[in-house]
Nanobody, 123 residues
Framework: QVQLKESGGGLVQAGGSLRVHCAVS????????VAWFRQTPRKEREFVAA????????NYADSVNGRFTIAKASAKNTFYLQMNSLQPTDTAVYYC????????????????WGQGTQVTVSS
């Protein structure tokens, strides 16, 4: 089974930028779609962005489209979420995930998850 681990979370001021990474190990990643979700105590886990590893196709939640970018990283078997123009409403625990299928916006359709990394945006 694929194993995922997030890194790069932290504290940033509103309007700033942050990049979180997800390292993938275990089974091959080439047949997977990967994604970022986020969760706060106020809301259910929500979709942020997804990437088809083989094709590079992406999709984004409306709330982050134009501000966030999901992409493969230069490091082997690593992808990231570049977050720009951050706002306090972006504060959440960010999780990376993978599934052996096409991209999906539904958390329940992903079967491999990291443990999350905290992103806090101050005003």
């Amino acid at each position: 089974q694929v194993q995922l681990k997030e890194s790069g979370g932290g504290l940033v001021q509103a309007g700033g930028s942050l990049r979180v990474h997800c390292a993938v190990s275990g089974r091959t990643i080439s047949a997977y779609a990967v994604a970022w979700f986020r969760q706060t105590p106020r809301k259910e886990r929500e979709f942020v962005a997804a990437l088809n590893w083989m094709t590079g196709d992406t999709n984004y939640a409306d709330s982050v489209n134009g501000r966030f970018t999901i992409a493969k990283a230069s490091a082997k078997n690593t992808f990231y979420l570049q977050m720009n123009s951050l706002q306090p409403t972006d504060t959440a625990v960010y999780y990376c995930a993978a599934r052996r299928s096409t991209r999906s916006i539904f958390a329940r359709e992903y079967d491999s998850w990291g443990q999350g990394t905290q992103v806090t945006v101050s005003s």
